[in-house]
């Protein structure tokens, strides 16, 4: 029997970072102190990604849902992402990774909404990684606002159109999706844009996520056949015959 076809390296990771509370819970701290841990975590995986060569990162920060938890948790996570934000532009800038801030701003403040502008801005000419950070995103809203925003436009909604409204445009759709935490679900990330991708989910949780961890994720991800709705055999022909075999794949930048 002939050996499947196998995955190169994923170009696009994303990834539901879940996990810190239970983190610092089972070291009786408070969450924050996980989530904390969390942002460390994230910057060891950007340098972990950049290293691998990954074209893009996209990670799951505050979900639309997220603003349901205590007052004093929520503030906790926007206070750290906006200091995380002005302190770590200048290490991704010299790592030439490309920043971007996916979700809805508007429920944000002008001071925050203007540091993801700034942070953009500033890593705008990067040609390295496109890291997408998604903060106060959810997936129905993504999928809302791009229906609107093609409505609009007065053009019919179909796939492509849709597709070039929706906050991911700029990057294609995820190869490798990877949740920590043990959970086996979405929650509301990616919904459209995972149509494709392949799901890993690990028991480690989100502080704990390392390199090991990373390419562990990475070997699973090519050892996967990746048929997009043709069969075992069609994708060995197209292999042999050095053709293209993602017949689905829209075309998109990066
Ligand atoms: C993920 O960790 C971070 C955010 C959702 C902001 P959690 O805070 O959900 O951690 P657990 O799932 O409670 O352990
Ligand atoms: C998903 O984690 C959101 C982020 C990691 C930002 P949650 O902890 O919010 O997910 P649920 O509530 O367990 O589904
Ligand atoms: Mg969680």
Redesign the pocket.
Known sequence: MASPVLSNMPHHVAIVM?????WAGKRFLPRIAGHKQGVTALRHCVKACVKRGIGVLTVFAFSSENWNRPHEEVSGLIDLLARAVTSEVAELKQNGVRLHFIGDRLRLSAAMQTAFSNAEDTTASNTGLVLNICFNYGGRWDIAQAAQKVADSGQPITELALDRALALAHVPDPDLLIRT?G?LRI?NFLLWQSAYAELHFTDKLWPEFDDAALDEAIAVFRSRERRFGQTSAQLMAHESAQVPSQPQQTSKAV
Not at 18 to 22: E, P
């Open positions: 879940d996990g810190n509370g239970r935490g959970e929650s």
